[in-house]
């Protein structure tokens, strides 16, 4: 079976620093990969996604993402965080066949905290 | 559009007692999913459904059951409730954009949070 893994459990920052989440999955076809973020007491919101093309994909707030298919993996990037993306993010990886049969469905890594201080 | 709503948003309930979670969603998708979220495990997949009528288990399905008797709903119900079922229970529903090269992207309710004692 596909897994996700998160490196960091929780990351805490200043304000202004540089931030990169690391996330890695195993399955060795054809993948969409996904970040999500969770602001505290809010439900799940999409921060970027990647389905092909360029692997360098950006998303809202500044956030941007690197898929790496070698490595397997699709790191999280800002160059400098705010208080406000204090929030819990996890990154999620769907298989692609053709016909659809995988339903959408995602595999979720174990979410990373990140807490930055002003 | 409302997107994804859950009902209710917070519940205790006894172990052995039942409950059932209602999930809708006002924008005419067809696959429906439900997850549950435990602490430094993300979410897990519970069942989902890819259209009226139907549904699949998926990665922890025992002790839940689903039903999606109309399309803009789906249902996850707990039969006799144990403490580890104690989790928060995220909702979310997709659509396929490309059939030869299925595309999705899941919109999340705003979550349920059950205690069980």
């Known amino acids: 079976a596909q897994s996700v893994s998160q490196h960091n459990h929780h990351v805490i920052l200043s304000e202004a620093a540089s931030l990169e989440l690391g996330c890695n999955y195993s399955y060795g076809g054809t993948v969409n990969l996904f970040w999500y973020v969770q602001y505290p007491g809010q439900h799940l919101q999409l921060l970027l996604k990647?389905?092909?093309?360029?692997?360098l994909v950006k998303g809202i707030k500044g956030f941007e993402a690197e898929f790496i298919k070698s490595k397997f993996s699709f790191n999280l990037r800002k160059p400098s965080v705010q208080w406000s993306d204090t929030a819990e993010y996890f990154c999620?990886?769907?298989?692609?066949?053709?016909?659809?049969?995988?339903?959408?469905?995602?595999?979720f890594g174990q979410g990373t905290i990140l807490t930055v201080h002003p | 559009n409302a997107g994804v709503t859950q009902t209710p948003k917070f519940r205790v309930l006894k172990t052995g007692q039942s409950m059932t979670l209602l999930c809708a969603q006002d924008?005419?998708?067809?696959?429906m999913y439900w997850y549950r979220q435990d602490p430094g495990m993300g979410l897990r997949l519970i069942h989902y459904s890819v259209g009226e009528g139907t549904t699949a288990k998926g990665e922890v399905p025992d002790g839940y059951n689903v039903s999606r008797l109309k399309k803009q709903n789906f249902l996850l119900g707990l039969e006799s409730a144990a403490p580890s079922q104690t989790s928060v229970y995220f909702c979310?529903?997709?659509?396929?954009?490309?059939?030869?090269?299925?595309?999705?992207?899941?919109?999340f309710g705003p979550g349920t949070r059950l205690t069980v004692t």
């Open positions: 999620a990886v769907k298989e692609t066949n053709a016909g659809g049969t995988s339903y959408g469905k995602l595999t």
């Open positions: 990647y389905f092909s093309g360029d692997p």
């Open positions: 979310a529903s997709s659509y396929l954009t490309d059939r030869v090269y299925p595309i999705y992207e899941q919109y």
């Open positions: 924008m005419n998708h067809e696959y």
